[in-house]
């Protein structure tokens, strides 16, 4: 995310990553939950700066 510069979606990670769709999910909603990430746009997630 850092590195996109931007707010990404699950699916762009996908593709950068190269890992599955429920991986990213699973991954971004425990983030979420930490309080490391954002969505600063609708399906979009940015880390907490």
Known sequence: MREAGK???AGEV???M???RKE???AF???KKEG???S???CKWA???
Do not use: F, N, W
Request: proline share 12%; no cysteine.
């Open 7 to 9: 707010p990404v979606s």
């Open 14 to 16: 996908t593709k950068i």
């Open 18 to 20: 190269g890992v599955g």
């Open 24 to 26: 990213v999910d699973k």
């Open 29 to 31: 909603a425990e983030l």
């Open 36 to 38: 490391t990430i954002v």
């Open 40 to 42: 600063p746009v609708h």
């Open 47 to 49: 880390p907490v700066e």
